[in-house]
């Protein structure tokens, strides 16, 4: 008998948060970013589903390309951090990637083989400070690409802080972002090819001129911003299990390691078979949210490897086999986090095999 924990991945969900997005993107080409395992996700099911729709993916290494080009994927991949050494330059051109150059290194081991790039880009950085060139760097680094035969140059760069479209730092950054199109074009034409936006520069009022966005947290359902009213985001995946054993505690009692959690009143604890051994958070703290048919219960007691518990006293529906929802549609991973004080990207990539993935199409 398989324990009833699941991850669910509704790739409809997928679809329409992409077609959504399409939408705020307006002209602009779409990428969607599906590194780290499409944040957990399943990269090579949720590029299979994405892939007549986008104009491009991204990942973060070499490996994760090959990964999707070995599956059938014959989109573009952009490789956000270039190569890492002279050897995959040769893999990103036997497998037709597009590489983003960020410093000399890479520069210098491309070489031999820009005429095999179709298309690289160029990575600046505005203010981020994690990689890039410098702006005064591009003009010059654009013309050597030009000379070693490179057609198509997209220069990009990364927000540090797109949430806050009125920060200095999100200001700062767009100010040079704009200059330095006005600098290497001539006039702010960026046909050429020219990318900032993520998700929450997608979905906020950012606004930067660029030519295409680069989508990821947000095609998988999460926001780290409020969606504005016109856009619905649903969560692709539902992380779910049922409850495994119930029981009466006296009041004074407590529950799980370190006795954390201490009973207020005799209170009744559900037991359920997920544990940070699944990606479930052990910073998740007493009250975080899981869903059931009845309602949310909050979470008592410190999560173990395999097990958690929840304070089900006031919901004396909840029995044995009754099914929850750790994240998805209630609790939102993005809620989760705020219990786990994290953000749902790192509950979602650091999901680990143990508990199956199911794929509804
Ligand atoms: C991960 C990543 C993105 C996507 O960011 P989201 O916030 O998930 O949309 C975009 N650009 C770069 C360079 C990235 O590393």
């Known amino acids: 008998m398989p324990r009833p924990s699941r991850f669910h991945i509704d790739l409809e969900a997928l679809t329409h948060n992409f077609n959504e997005l399409s939408r705020l993107a307006g002209s602009r080409r779409k990428m969607a970013v599906v590194k780290a395992n499409a944040y957990g996700h399943g990269a090579v099911a949720c590029a299979q589903r994405l892939e007549a729709f986008v104009d491009a993916f991204a990942v973060a290494i070499t490996e ?59 990575k600046v950085d505005t203010g981020m400070h994690r990689l890039g060139f410098d702006i005064n760097e591009v003009a010059e680094t654009q013309a050597k690409l030009h000379n070693l035969g490179v057609k198509n140059i997209t220069l990009m760069s990364h927000l540090a802080d797109a949430e806050d479209v009125n920060s200095m730092l999100t200001q700062r950054q767009t100010s040079r972002w704009s200059d330095l199109l006005g600098i290497t074009t ?17 979905i906020g009022a950012v606004s930067p001129p660029e030519s295409w966005v680069r989508l990821g947290y947000s095609l998988y359902g999460g926001s780290l911003i409020s969606l504005p009213p016109e856009l619905t985001l649903k ?96 609790p939102s991973m993005d809620e989760v986090a705020t219990y786990c004080g994290t953000i749902g990207y790192e509950l979602c990539t650091r999901i680990t095999e143990r508990t199956p993935r199911s794929f509804s199409r």
Request: glycine letters at 10%; charged letters at 20%; a negative charge.
């Open 235 to 330: 969560p692709v995946m539902n992380f779910t299990s049922e409850v495994a054993a119930i029981r009466w505690i006296e009041s004074g009692e407590t529950v799980g390691y370190g006795g954390r959690w201490v009973a207020k009143r005799r209170s009744r604890i559900a037991t359920i078979p997920v544990g940070y051994g699944d990606g479930y958070p052990r910073a998740a703290a007493d009250g975080t949210p899981i869903g059931t048919p009845y309602g949310t219960v909050p979470l008592a007691g410190k999560v173990s490897m395999d097990m958690i518990t929840a304070d089900v006293t006031d919901m004396p529906d909840i029995e044995f086999g009754t099914k929850v929802t750790l994240w998805g549609d209630t």
């Open 186 to 202: 001539g006039t702010v034409e960026i046909d050429q090819g020219a990318s900032f936006s993520n998700s929450a520069s997608t």
């Open 64 to 122: 994760e390309a090959i990964e999707l080009r070995e599956a059938g994927i014959n989109s573009p991949v952009l490789v956000l951090q270039g190569p890492h050494s002279a050897e995959d330059v040769s893999a990103i051109a036997r497998y037709k990637l597009w590489p983003a150059i960020s410093n000399y290194h890479q520069l210098k081991w491309c070489h031999k083989l820009t005429h095999n790039l179709d298309q690289v880009w160029l």
